[in-house]
């Protein structure tokens, strides 16, 4: 299948491991100009150098800095024709133990950093009459997960403005999805030394999700093929969710 990506140019957030770097390097194998962003210099200019694309050290947890990117990028590259949004989750919190600036710190993080970058990056699809804009959840935006609060709550609402803007730029030529990670198998999840046996237990598919099966779907939704498929919301959990 031709994805039609082969003049597209790209950006993915946090895109200098785990998921964010197995989407750029799909991106990046079907052809596209990809620019990815993350704190660390060392560890993106090492990510930038394996794909082939160009790194911004970003930290898009504070204020304005997703919109600057996203501006930057179209300047180097003249358009922005995909947008991934994908940002470092929050730390785990119960309701109880978060305090105000918890919720502040995730409300920067998640929320405001997508909304800045998908404000930045719409004039210039609208003016091309394409775009892709895919924002990275997680399954605990659809069934909450315990201990997790700021997660759930502020990637549920990222589900309430997918489907908004999704209506909003239809007609643009513009689609917008957001893609739910189930238990996937990435650096970080071994820095935390996830029980991976345990975990797999609960799954229907019996062991956990590889960032290469995550990439595979957003790169079919930022493809050219996927040009009717707007302001959905789909797993790749292995079969995890059991919400209808
Ligand atoms: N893996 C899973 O099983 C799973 C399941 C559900 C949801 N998720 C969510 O999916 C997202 C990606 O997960 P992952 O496992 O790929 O995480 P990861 O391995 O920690 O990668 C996160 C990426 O984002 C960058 N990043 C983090 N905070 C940033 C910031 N403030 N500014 C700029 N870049 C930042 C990181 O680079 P630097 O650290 O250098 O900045 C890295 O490139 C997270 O939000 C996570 O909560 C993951």
Redesign the pocket.
Known sequence: MDFGLGKKSALV?????????AIASELAAEGASVAI????AD??NSAAGRIGAKGYA????KPGEAGKLVQNVISDMGSLDVLVV????PPPRKFADADEQDWRDAFE?LWMSSVGAIRSALPSMCDRGWGRIVV?T???AREPIANLAL?NGFRAGLHGMVNTLSREYASRGITVNAIL????L????IEVGVDEAKISEQIPAARLGT?KEFAALATFLASDRASYITGQAIACDGGLLHSI
């Open positions: 957030m946090g895109g200098s491991r785990g998921l964010g770097f962003c993350g704190r660390d560890r993106l970003v930290d898009l947890s994908n940002t470092g989750g993080g990275v997680s399954i605990a997660s990670p189930g238990y996937t990435t650096e970080r999840l960032p």
